[in-house]
């Protein structure tokens, strides 16, 4: 797990080895551990030189070696900095080359299968001085180029310069569980693992990009493709590659989820599901350093420390469990009623931490400036406060159960697509009952679920329509300084190879919505040199979910059906049949009202705000005190505001 950081500049120009320095220092809360550098010189061809790696290739390791002046003319540099998780030698130091040095690699991640990988490559003559998963990497790509992608269980992001081809290849997990973020011009490639470090080349400015600042103040839309709330910033996408080559620049998707129907009985789908489970949790304990597990309460994270603590007893090691949970003295907010069964049956020991408003103004400045982008609630404060929990005692992985609602369909809004597709299908008589244990375990009207589930069966076409139609009509959030009918995103557009709604609904909140939520998960974990690891998307597990048919998924008024069956007697029953749906979040409508509300006035009102043009002040004072008077819930939009202003004073004006 690493911060990476690398300069190509195209036409020879010698890179500014300061500014790669500067790049991996800013990132160092990536990689504490150790650090290193290459530069190469592109335009010699160092195999026919037979020149090697000693002489147009440097390995630099330490700042002062990388500070002299760069006299070799060397126009690509990568940079590294360094949490050691497996194999915690030298050997495992980056950038990291091959035998001869004609591949290079700066890389963030880890591959969890990289051992069943080794072997492979062993029996095929490669020959290993690490212990490493990066290693696995280079000679995998030796072996089988860009088709390297397609092998690999885990997350990463990561650079390879091939001086055979002259090329660079650079990679993104199929999630985007890791980040890569560049900028491009015609004269040079800059990339890093968080936007900052880009921003250390100081000829590159902090441009905002307006239409993703609309989207994101309209309808809490944070940018899941190539943009980023910096104009002159992107982002490789999840489950993509890029090269620049002779061929120029190209960005191509190596891997989708495949629309597949698989027919299976269930109670053989039980099986092959605890199986998947199980062995991708496995998989996630590869580790030279402590590992513990976050524990919300909730069925996904239950899930993981109870599984957990099944392998665990099957070892022999003398590995014990830590789990760490956020709660509340507010009891709307709390979970430590479920959290208690779970530390009950398994015996683990658990450790909690108490979010509350006043550390949260004292820790947004930090949390804003390790994010980058703004977010869109206060919930990731308090996965800020659990991640400081587990680094105080002494954990560096972490396990938590991201990605387990929008593969499994935990929302509530996955409900109404599941009863799209029973009016597609007139399954008339299944309708009427789910839409009657809805409401009765739910308290959700029956009459308002039957008008959702009739729109998200209209074709796409009517459901585009009616949507101009419906912003028409209501003016929605008039204090935009913009019409907002421009704003509608076609999300949906990604899923058209998808026939069933509920299949359509998963995959668009897969690949537009879970990439926001692993941001903030990655930058609030490495803020505090942590590593972590999302059991729920192993892509085999995520693959097969998706053959499945969508009672797995919702049945009988309750949603992750296959979850809750395949772990029966494993996780507690209170847990197993809970149907209550607690996002994990703070009591912020609370905290915005009373004790946050001078805060919020001062923030919202000011000179700097108005300033924007963004936003029409007037009208959000207005908004404000309706809000404060509890004439409307608009704690959403109140947080965007704060949220973005704040943004907009640390990472545009670097006003910290």
Known sequence: MCGIAGIYNFKGEKIDTIILRNMCDIEKHRGPDDEGYVLINTKNNLLEERQGIDTNVEVKKGLKIIEEENKGGFNLGFGSRRLSIIDLSSNAHQPMCNEDGNIWITYNGEIYNYLEIMDYLKVKGHRFRSNSDVEVIIHLYEERGEECLKEFNGMF???????????????????????????????????????????????????????????YLNDNYIPYFEETFFANVKQLPPAHY??????????????????????????????????????????????????????????????????????????????????????????????????????????????????????????????????????????????????????????????????????????????????????????????????????????????????????????????????????????????????????????????????????KHLYVNLVSYLPSLLRFEDRNSMAFSLESRLPFLDFRLVEFVFSLENSTKINDGMTKIILRDSLKEILPEKVRLRKDKMAFGTPESIWFKTTLKDKIKDIILSEEFKRRGYINQDKIRVEFEKYCNNEKEITNEVWRWVNFELWYRICIEEKK
């Not at 990679?171 to 985007?176: L, V």
């Not at 100081?202 to 609309?214: E, L, M, T």
């Open 242 to 503: 890029l090269v620049i080559d002779i061929n120029g620049f190209r960005v191509v998707r190596w891997w989708d989820i495949p629309d597949l129907s698989l027919h299976i009985e269930y109670k053989d789908a039980l099986i092959k599901f605890y199986e998947l489970f199980e062995d991708s949790i496995r998989l996630r304990l590869r580790s030279d350093v402590p590992i513990g597990t976050c524990l919300s309460g909730g069925l996904d994270s239950s899930s993981i420390v109870c599984v957990l603590n099944n392998l665990l007893k099957r070892q022999t090691t003398n590995f014990s469990q830590k789990a760490f949970s956020s709660c509340f003295e507010n009891k709307n907010f709390d979970e430590r009623e479920y959290i208690n069964q779970v530390v009950e049956k398994t015996n683990i020991k658990n450790f909690y931490t108490f979010p509350d408003e006043k550390k949260l103004f004292n820790e947004l400045p930090k949390i804003i400036w390790h994010q980058d982008e703004p977010f869109v609630s206060t919930s990731i404060f308090a996965q800020w406060e659990v991640m400081k929990l587990a680094k105080s005692n002494d954990v560096v992985v972490l396990l938590d159960g991201q990605g387990g609602d929008e593969l499994l369909a935990g929302y509530h809004g996955y409900y109404y697509s599941f009863f799209a597709d029973l009016i597609r299908n007139f399954k008339i008589v299944k309708l009427i009952k789910e839409i009657s244990l809805y409401n009765k375990y739910h308290k959700y009207s029956i009459l308002d679920a039957l008008i959702r589930a009739t729109l998200y069966a209209l074709p796409f076409g009517f459901k585009k329509l009616f949507k101009k139609i419906l912003y028409k009509k209501q003016n929605y959030h008039s204090w935009l300084n913009i019409d907002v009918r421009k704003l509608i995103d076609n999300r949906w557009e990604l899923a058209s190879k998808f026939k069933g709604i509920l299949k």
């Open 157 to 215: 992001a990561f650079a390879i310069w091939d001086v055979r081809k002259k090329k660079l290849f650079c990679a993104r997990d199929r999630f985007g569980i890791k980040p890569f973020y560049y900028y491009l011009d015609k004269d040079k490639f800059i990339f890093a693992s968080e936007i900052k470090a880009i921003f250390e080349n100081k000829k590159i400015k902090r441009i905002p990009n307006d239409d993703v600042i609309f989207k």
